[in-house]
Structures are given as structure tokens and as C-alpha cells.
T-cell receptor, first 113, second 112 residues
Framework: DTAVSQTPKYLVTQMGNDKSIKCEQNLGHDTMYWYKQDSKKFLKIMFSYNNKELIINETVPNRFSPKSPDKAHLNLHINSLELGDSAVYFC????????????FGPGTRLTVL | DQQVKQNSPSLSVQEGRISILNCDYTNSMFDYFLWYKKYPAEGPTFLISISSIKDKNEDGRFTVFLNKSAKHLSLHIVPSQPGDSAVYFCAASADDFNKFYFGSGTKLNVKP
């Protein structure tokens, strides 16, 4: 059973399109995250939700909009895709006050042409 | 500006020997540190953590050392095994388990 799953695994699209990446966790965690791994391989946090409430919103273009319909899901919608959005996006989850260790999904490689 | 740095992009070690992966940070407010291991096409998996109240934490073959004055931590793997070949990320948090800053990773290759 996959603890944190993301779909799709690969996403190739044209500039200007709108796309969504879905994330689901079956660990019963109360906190979920989106990270972006850029070309320099740094993992940078984008958003964090705790019990469906946005608690971290880093300096991310407002073309990126997370949506958490329930504690087990955190989707990422991206409008008007740009070349610089090409990256690997990781979803993660954790239980707050559990020592910080996060469980990551397998990543979604987004390529914008 | 990257607050967590892993200056060695890669490291090659012979099986059975010790692997030492290094990580430096700039924010003196960081008080909790983690190491993650990542295989290709998978997400990072948690390996070991250390709080700033300690200077060492050990878990089997993995030991993390923290030097707060130098703002430096290291991960020791001994003995190294071929299955340890992966990318290792260090991460740090300042008084908030939700927000972690990650380094760029070090790719470890353990040769049989």
C-alpha cells in the first residue's frame, strides 16, 4: 500500500496551459506539503496545510493554488504554465508534533515546453 | 539564499568503509535536523534526526553528529553497503516542525 501517492508521475504540457497534480496520503496524518525540486536539486517548500488549513505559503507565484478537500488530499493546481515551472514536485505528509519526519510521495516530473 | 548547504554533490566509498556526508547551515535558529535518503524515481525517505540539545544520535549503522558552534552536521554510515547508494539530503527546521529547509543532496556511491 502506497503511503503517499501522487498522480500523474509525469506531466508534459505546453506553456500557457493549466494543469493539476493530485496527492493523497493514507497515513492519517494531519499535515501535508508541496515541495519543488528545481534544477539545482534543492527541495523547496511551497505550501503546507494542517487539517485543511493553509499554514505555510512561501513566495510562490499566485498561479500556483493548493486545494485541500480533506485531510488526506492536497492537490496543486497551476495556471498559465511557464518554462520555469519545469521541475519535480513532491507531496509529503506528517503528523504534527511527531518529530518532524515527513513521508514523501514519489514525485511528479513536470515538463513545460 | 540557501540556508542549508551540502557542498559535496557526490561521494564514492568502498563497501565496508565509512561514508561521511556533510551539511552546513547558516541560520542559528535551526534546532532540529533530519537526514533523508532518496533513490531514483522515488521520494525521499526519512533516515535519522537530531535535536539541537544533542550532539550525536545513533541508529544502527547510521550516526548523525551535530556541531552547533560550527553550524555543521554530518551523517556517518559504517559499514557502508552497496544498498546505501542513493542521494542523501539534510534538512533543518527552526522551532517549527512544519517548515524544513533542505540541502541540494549528496549522491553516495558505495562500490562493491
Amino acid at each position: 500500500d502506497t503511503a503517499v501517492s501522487q498522480t500523474p508521475k509525469y506531466l508534459v504540457t505546453q506553456m500557457g496551459n493549466d494543469k493539476s497534480i493530485k496527492c493523497e496520503q493514507n497515513l492519517g496524518h494531519d499535515t501535508m506539503y508541496w515541495y519543488k525540486q528545481d534544477s539545482k536539486k534543492f527541495l523547496k517548500i511551497m505550501f503546507s496545510y494542517n487539517n485543511k488549513e493553509l499554514i505555510i505559503n512561501e513566495t510562490v507565484p499566485n498561479r500556483f493554488s493548493p486545494k485541500s478537500p480533506d485531510k488526506a488530499h492536497l492537490n496543486l493546481h497551476i495556471n498559465s504554465l511557464e518554462l520555469g515551472d519545469s521541475a519535480v514536485y513532491f507531496c509529503a505528509s506528517s503528523q504534527r508534533n511527531s518529530g518532524g519526519s515527513q513521508f514523501f510521495g514519489p514525485g511528479t516530473r513536470l515538463t513545460v515546453l | 539564499d540557501q540556508q542549508v548547504k551540502q557542498n559535496s554533490p557526490s561521494l564514492s566509498v568502498q563497501e565496508g568503509r565509512i561514508s561521511i556526508l556533510n551539511c552546513d547551515y547558516t541560520n542559528s535558529m535551526f534546532d532540529y535536523f533530519l537526514w533523508y535518503k532518496k533513490y531514483p524515481a522515488e521520494g525521499p525517505t526519512f533516515l535519522i534526526s537530531i535535536s539541537s540539545i544533542k550532539d550525536k544520535n545513533e541508529d544502527g549503522r547510521f550516526t548523525v553528529f551535530l556541531n552547533k558552534s560550527a553550524k555543521h552536521l554530518s551523517l556517518h554510515i559504517v559499514p557502508s553497503q552497496p544498498g546505501d547508494s542513493a542521494v542523501y539530503f539534510c534538512a533543518a527546521s527552526a522551532d517549527d516542525f512544519n517548515k524544513f529547509y533542505f540541502g541540494s543532496g549528496t549522491k553516495l556511491n558505495v562500490k562493491p
